[in-house]
């Protein structure tokens, strides 16, 4: 069984930055996605980062390109999203999720998710 265990949420200023960890384990195959959905209160949970496990290829919402990186470390199984020049827009519940299929554009097509960190920008 596939475990996601995150970490690394909090309140930041507007323009900081905070980094998100997600240790994981149990995958049963080598071919899977992992990164990040978020869900801000009465809004729909979203895509925003996530990394391909056979070649390192990533994507991003569009309103994250620029100020987040999504990157893993194979010797730890983590994955990071480090988020910087935060705007209070991306106040949101952060998860950390994965799939074995190649789509990160519902949340209908994931397979497993953490149980979630808070993050929270203030103006």
């Known amino acids: 069984q596939v475990q996601l265990v995150e970490s690394g949420g909090g309140l930041v200023q507007s323009g900081g930055s905070l980094r998100l960890s997600c240790a994981y384990s149990?995958?049963?195959?080598?071919?899977?996605?992992i990164g990040w959905f978020r869900q801000a209160p009465e809004k729909e949970r979203e895509g925003v980062s996530s990394i391909r496990s056979t070649d390192g290829r990533s994507s991003y919402v569009d309103s994250v390109k620029g100020r987040f990186t999504i990157f893993r470390d194979n010797d730890k199984n983590t994955v990071y999203l480090q988020m910087n020049n935060l705007k209070p827009e991306d106040t949101a519940v952060y998860y950390c999720?994965?799939?074995?299929?190649?789509?990160?554009?519902?949340?209908?097509?994931?397979?497993?998710w953490g149980k979630g960190t808070q993050v929270t920008v203030s103006s």
């Open positions: 999720a994965a799939s074995y299929g190649d789509s990160w554009d519902a949340a209908d097509y994931i397979d497993y």
């Open positions: 149990g995958f049963i195959s080598d071919a899977y996605r």
